[in-house]
């Protein structure tokens, strides 16, 4: 049987045919919907060679039925395109199946022999270079030190469960965020294990931070050469497991973290250091009374840690990282004052539980050439009225020097369980023109957002054929048809915005909505970014 192998395939021809080991296999989700996007695989041939696969939404139920992780299949005509960020591996390609793929599965003796598993595991050097990187996701191995218990958190998405794996690589401790089922996917009981952790983002702040993506597996003790001698490095070592003490104020459900130290604004303000293990974390039910936009409502932060860069002679400097950063953003820091019964406080809340209440990034205000400054800022005043759980983190000019202004470290929406889409803050109707750019069976019925009307009639309500198809991976999955008839010339920055937003409602993480809206700085940038979902 002549059958291509995997680092000649291409983008020239779509009836290639290949052998390969299907080696991992995933649902890829909407983390905003919880709908299936794709159905995506890892493959891998004779040679070594590894590829990602997709099967798209609407084809998954034909090809899901034909495919189990670990088995050898013979496929044939599919298409090669570009891959997207955050690859699963090293390989700048992705194989498409199409409505004309067939798959057909073999027992073949040169492949029983290959291992069923490939990884490309990072080292710690590899993990500072992939230090807020978008490009690969990274693969770990490393000794369980400490499993922690399941928890909630509170997100833009909704609640989520989590929980956090500490390992040890290269004496490093690393710690691994697991989100939604993925919590599942290992128990406290592998603790003193060697665990593997696929495909995960990197973050490094005080330590190295990676989270699961929808691509992530984990193995506990698998029978690979790694495993043997990362236990045989530890084996000397005494107080490796560690009993990690998670903090009080994340512990438990969603109802009981908003219940931790209850108090009210009054209470908060009396309260001072008495004793270096002075509980710095209490609740308060409050209402915000008012947004100060007058003065600096925002800063340009750091990409990879968040802190504000300050401007010397004509570059950026990040004094937390000591060095130029690549990549920057503007983040929201809001002066609130809040009240309840008993008092009025002021307070500082900062970009990721600023976005939960707002409901846009700040470089969709800043950039938007829409309106003037008052225009913008009226989108952040609107939260005035709102009433929410605060959490408050008190520190030394609170405690010691009775200083008045507090840092709002979470917000709890009072109806947490229905907890906004991300595209309510617009006005209008945005379900009108989704259901012109969406096919049918990717539609997202809670989607509003304000458009002009005269551009509605100028896109066909036609769904997306399969050869149209273009594959990405991210997080930014989504199917859309627009009419050629829509020029650049009639279409403004605004209505841009709101065509790109059922693209952006896709977007794993804030900072990839945060990437998406300052994409659209020129027309140009849009339309290339739309048709090209690169």
């Known amino acids: 049987m002549s059958c291509d192998m995997l680092s000649e395939v291409d983008h020239g021809k779509e009836t290639w045919k290949v052998k390969v080991r299907v080696i991992r296999l995933w649902?890829?989700?909407?983390?905003?919907?919880?709908?299936?996007?794709s159905l995506d695989m890892i493959l891998r041939d004779a040679q070594g060679t590894m590829i990602h696969a997709t099967i798209k939404k609407f084809q998954v139920n034909k090809f899901r039925p034909l495919i189990k992780e670990g088995s050898i299949y013979v496929i044939t005509n599919f298409k090669v395109s570009m891959a997207a960020d955050?690859?699963?591996?090293?390989?700048?390609?992705?194989?498409?199946?199409?409505?004309?793929?067939?798959?057909?599965?073999?027992?073949?003796?040169?492949?029983?022999?290959?291992?069923?598993?490939?990884f490309n595991f990072a080292t710690i050097e590899v993990l500072s270079d992939q230090n807020g990187s978008r490009k690969y996701l990274s693969d770990v191995i490393g000794l369980a030190s400490c499993i922690g218990h399941i928890e909630e958190t509170q997100t833009c998405y909704g609640i989520s469960k989590i929980r956090d794996i500490f390992l040890r690589i290269e004496d490093e401790r690393v710690k691994v965020r697991l989100w939604g089922e993925k919590v599942n996917l290992i128990s406290e009981e592998s603790t003193g294990c060697v665990v593997?952790?696929?495909?995960?983002?990197?973050?490094?702040?005080?330590?190295?931070?990676?989270?699961?993506?929808?691509?992530?597996?984990?193995?506990?003790?698998?029978?690979?050469?790694?495993t043997?001698?990362?236990?045989?490095?530890?084996?000397?070592?005494?107080?490796?497991?560690?009993?990690?003490?998670?903090?009080?104020?994340?512990?438990?459900t969603i109802e009981e973290q908003m219940l931790y130290n209850r108090r009210t604004l009054q209470e908060i303000i009396e309260i001072t250091s008495e004793s270096d293990n002075q509980e710095k974390f209490y609740t308060?039910?409050?209402?915000?009374?008012?947004?100060?936009?007058?003065?600096?409502w925002y800063y340009i932060g750091c990409d990879v840690c968040n802190k504000k860069v300050v401007k010397t002679d004509n570059n950026l400097y990040c004094s937390k990282c000591e060095k130029e950063p690549k990549k920057t953003s503007p983040r929201y820091k809001l002066k609130l004052e809040i009240g309840d019964s008993t008092t009025t406080m002021g307070c500082t809340m900062f970009d990721s539980e600023a976005k939960k209440l707002i409901q846009q990034p700040a470089s969709s205000l800043i950039d938007s050439e829409y309106g003037d400054i008052n225009d913008k800022t009226n989108v952040i005043q609107k939260i005035c009225g709102k009433t929410l759980i605060f959490q408050f983190r008190l520190d030394d000019y609170n405690l010691k020097f009775g200083y008045p202004d507090y840092t709002i470290h979470r917000i709890f929406l009072l109806n947490y369980k229905e907890t906004p889409k991300r595209s309510e803050?617009?006005?209008?109707?945005?379900?009108?023109?989704?259901?012109?750019?969406?096919?049918?069976?990717?539609q997202?019925?809670?989607?509003?957002?304000?458009?002009?009307?005269?551009?509605?009639k100028t896109i066909k309500k036609e769904p997306i054929s399969e050869d149209d198809e273009v594959s990405t991976q991210g997080g930014l999955e989504e199917d859309m048809a627009i009419s050629d008839e829509v020029t650049k010339k009639n279409v403004s920055q605004e209505e841009l915005?709101?065509?790109?937003?059922?693209?952006?409602?896709?977007?794993?993480?804030?900072k990839e909505q945060n990437r998406l809206q300052k994409h659209v700085d020129t027309e140009e940038d849009f339309w290339s970014m739309l048709m090209m979902m690169e």
């Open 497 to 510: 915005i709101a065509l790109l937003y059922p693209v952006m409602m896709t977007a794993t993480t804030i």
């Open 444 to 456: 997202n019925d809670d989607a509003s957002l304000s458009v002009n009307g005269s551009l509605l």
């Open 284 to 296: 308060a039910k409050a209402t915000i009374t008012s947004v100060n936009t007058t003065d600096e």
């Open 86 to 118: 955050f690859r699963p591996i090293e390989n700048d390609k992705i194989l498409n199946f199409l409505h004309s793929t067939k798959v057909q599965e073999i027992q073949d003796p040169e492949f029983i022999a290959t291992i069923e598993q490939s």
């Open 27 to 37: 649902d890829a989700i909407n983390p905003n919907s919880k709908e299936l996007i």
């Open 425 to 442: 803050v617009k006005q209008g109707t945005l379900k009108e023109l989704s259901e012109t750019m969406l096919t049918e069976e990717n």
């Open 196 to 226: 593997i952790v696929t495909s995960t983002t990197v973050k490094k702040m005080k330590e190295y931070s990676l989270s699961s993506t929808s691509a992530t597996k984990i193995y506990v003790d698998l029978e690979i050469p790694q």
């Open 228 to 252: 043997t001698e990362i236990h045989k490095s530890y084996s000397s070592q005494e107080n490796i497991i560690e009993e990690r003490m998670f903090e009080g104020h994340l512990k438990g």
